[in-house]
Nanobody
Framework: QVQLVESGGGLVQAGGSLRLSCAASGDTICISGMGWYRQAPGKERELVAAITSGGSTNYADSVKGRFTISRDNARNTLYLQMNSLKPEDTAVYYC???????????????WGQGTQVTVSS
């Protein structure tokens, strides 16, 4: 089992920056890919950025060039650096981690409780 806790959300003005963190605990050795998702009221949850255990990254087109995902495996922490924020970035941001079958690990998806990001115009 893996537990995820997000932090770093808040209220910022358009053009500002925020850095989100996601601390993983539990069976962190089981984690392979990690990512950030977001969901605004009335909209579906969407993938913002993802990163593999080897450091390969993927970004939604809407955030390319503005957001950077990274992970510190030694500290079991995932980050999302968000620059040049826009009002349309306003959403609850969720940390995600998936595990795969290896050693004693089982397949699974894990989610944090989310952290609110609000960008004012």
């Amino acid at each position: 089992q893996v537990q995820l806790v997000e932090s770093g959300g808040g209220l910022v003005q358009a053009g500002g920056s925020l850095r989100l963190s996601c601390a993983a605990s539990g069976d962190t050795i089981c984690i392979s890919g990690m990512g950030w998702y977001r969901q605004a009221p009335g909209k579906e949850r969407e993938l913002v950025a993802a990163i593999t255990s080897g450091g390969s990254t993927n970004y939604a087109d809407s955030v390319k060039g503005r957001f950077t995902i990274s992970r510190d495996n030694a500290r079991n922490t995932l980050y999302l650096q968000m620059n040049s924020l826009k009002p349309e970035d306003t959403a609850v941001y969720y940390c995600n981690a998936d595990s795969t079958i290896r050693w004693y690990c089982t397949m699974g998806d894990y989610w944090g409780q989310g952290t609110q990001v609000t960008v004012s115009s």
